[in-house]
T-cell receptor
Framework: NAGVTQTPKFRILKIGQSMTLQCAQD?????MYWYRQDPGMGLKLIYY???????DKGEVPNGYNVSRSTTEDFPLRLELAAPSQTSVYFC?????????????FGPGTRLTVT | AQSVTQPDIHITVSEGASLELRCNYS??????LFWYVQSPGQGLQLLLK??????LVQGIKGFEAEFKRSQSSFNLRKPSVHWSDAAEYFC???????????FGRGTSLIVHP
């Protein structure tokens, strides 16, 4: 299993540009998440999904959009990029069972907006 | 809503010394508790988790953690630290049935040779 994969690894955007961060998992997990990580701030939840066709906002959703048309894929769309969106973005997935829902993380995408 | 505090931003230890990283949580019922490790330039990896049963939990890489309900704590320990343990450590707390854990701000572990 590849686990959780993210592309691209690095990206530089100009202010006002748009892009899509790709995330895929091959573990048949129903839950998927997008986080951003800023130095000293831990992880902030942007959006999450409990299954195909179902998404919901997290703590910091402004400036982002998501979709989940399949169990495997959960892309994150940035519209009109701003310097405040410079961050490292992590995608994660988890399963639901009585044993506790540990999360599996991708390697991250480092985004710089200038 | 749940919350989690990691009081120490940085911890410095010598290789071979013991380690304890602190984590305090706030939640009304029995929480799900996790410790994750993040090596530089990498994603997070689960070290261990607690959701019920024995309050002393063993994890990977020689780590363990103890759930203390009376102190609302879930501290991470390792008896002898290796240079490769240098990383960022995150504690997370979740409510049963929610599947949306809350992460602490992380503790950066520096290991001196």
């Amino acid at each position: 299993n590849a686990g959780v994969t993210q592309t691209p690894k690095f990206r530089i955007l100009k202010i006002g540009q748009s892009m899509t961060l790709q995330c895929a998992q091959d573990m048949n997990h129903n839950y998927m998440y997008w986080y951003r990580q800023d130095p000293g701030m831990g992880l902030k939840l942007i959006y999450y999904s409990v299954g195909a066709g179902i998404t919901d906002k997290g703590e910091v959703p402004n400036g982002y959009n998501v979709s989940r048309s399949t169990t495997e894929d959960f892309p994150l769309r940035l519209e009109l990029a701003a310097p405040s969106q410079t961050s490292v973005y992590f995608c994660a997935s988890s399963y639901s069972d009585l044993g506790g829902y540990e999360q599996y993380f991708g390697p991250g995408t480092r985004l710089t907006v200038t | 809503a749940q919350s989690v505090t990691q009081p120490d931003i940085h911890i410095t230890v010598s290789e071979g010394a013991s380690l304890e990283l602190r984590c305090n949580y706030s939640y009304g019922a029995t929480p799900y508790l996790f410790w994750y490790v993040q090596s530089p330039g990498q994603g997070l990896q689960l070290l261990l988790k607690y959701f019920s049963g024995d309050t002393l939990v063993q994890g990977i890489k020689g780590f363990e953690a103890e759930f203390k309900r009376s102190q609302s704590s879930f501290n991470l320990r390792k008896p002898s630290v290796h240079w490769s343990d240098a990383a960022e450590y995150f504690c997370a707390v979740g409510a049963g049935g929610s599947y949306i854990p809350t992460f602490g701000r992380g503790t950066s572990l520096i290991v001196h040779p």
